[in-house]
């Protein structure tokens, strides 16, 4: 008789112990999230901190406004890689962007209705090329854009060769970043639209891109900070002229790039330091500004 009582006891026990049980793991979770976060965070802070810091002593009005000059020492300023890191930034992006953005709104929005199995196979196969290209070193990027624009089409080492192939760099990346965007959009927005009698093209643009245009800008602006950071792509198709471009068809040299040179080759590890702290700072502002415009844009496509 009194076995009823003890074994619905245990089963009310039993509950609060999963559910105690799974608190725990809840919070221990959460504290490795935290930790994770807080550790990269961290690693960001120090690296940043001491590059800032060892540079930081050696920038002035001079070093930021006289360009680069020849010598083992690494004398004279960066004024010219900071132009031609802005001009490569401003070209890379203004080709990749519109072919990504386009690119994505075809394989979110229209590749589900084709019918052709040719035509299927094709969008496969260019999804495979993108998921494969997002992957592929940024050295052989560089070779192709030595062998095909520096080479083939006679562009020289000048800012158009390095600028189509940093676009081919990114362009793996805006298509990827810009069709999740677009895919992350309910699909109710699309209905809506269409019932109210918008044709396919407009609630792609009035409706659909406004709705994703924070992930394609996320997109765009993970791959400014790729342009700027970069340096192996630009090694073989931009030269290393220290004038700044006075032409599509000028070299020239990143600062990144000059921060290569001068750690590698000139040894000027303090001009590499302020370099250094200088391109962080530019990449931030570079950052900033765009999430600026993006917000301006967004509100503005919203109506």
């Not at 089963?11 to 935290?34: I, K, T, Y």
């Not at 196969?125 to 083939?152: C, D, K, N, W």
């Not at 990346?173 to 009698?197: D, F, H, Q, T, W």
Request: with cysteine; proline share 4%.
């Amino acid at each position: 008789m009194n076995s009823i009582p003890i074994a619905r006891t245990a089963m009310r026990a039993q509950p609060r112990s999963n559910l105690r049980s799974r608190r725990v793991g809840q919070a221990v979770a959460f504290a490795l999230l935290w930790l994770a976060g807080l550790s990269a965070v961290v690693a960001l802070l120090a690296v940043s901190g001491y590059i800032i810091s060892r540079g930081l002593p050696l920038i002035d009005r001079d070093f930021l406004l006289t360009r680069p000059r020849g010598g083992l020492g690494g004398e004279g300023g960066i004024s010219t890689t900071i132009v031609t890191t802005l001009y490569l930034v401003l070209l890379t992006i203004g080709v990749a962007t519109p072919l990504g953005v386009g690119a994505a709104i075809y394989l979110a929005e229209y590749a589900g209705e084709t019918e052709s199995g040719f035509l299927s196979r094709l969008v496969g196969l260019a999804r495979l090329g993108v998921e494969t290209l997002a992957g592929v070193p940024s050295i052989i990027f560089g070779l192709f854009g030595f062998a095909l624009f520096v080479s083939a089409l006679h562009f020289g080492f000048s800012l158009l060769s390095a600028g189509l192939a940093g676009a081919c760099l990114i362009l793996p990346v805006i298509i990827r970043a810009s069709e999740e965007a677009l895919l992350a959009v309910p699909r109710s927005y699309r209905e809506g639209s269409l019932a109210l009698g918008a044709t396919k093209w407009q609630t792609t643009w009035q409706v659909v891109l406004p709705a994703a245009a924070p992930g394609i800008i996320t997109g765009i602006v993970l791959s400014v900070g790729r342009v700027v950071s970069e340096t192996a792509v630009f090694y073989v198709t931009l030269g290393g002229s220290l004038r700044a471009p006075s032409s599509l068809l000028s070299g020239g040299r990143t600062m990144a790039l000059h921060v290569y040179y001068l750690a590698m080759e000139t040894r000027a590890f303090d001009k590499a330091m302020a370099t250094g702290a200088v391109l962080i700072v530019t990449m931030v502002l570079i950052n900033a500004v765009i999430n600026l415009l993006s917000r301006r844009l967004s509100a503005g496509m919203r109506g």
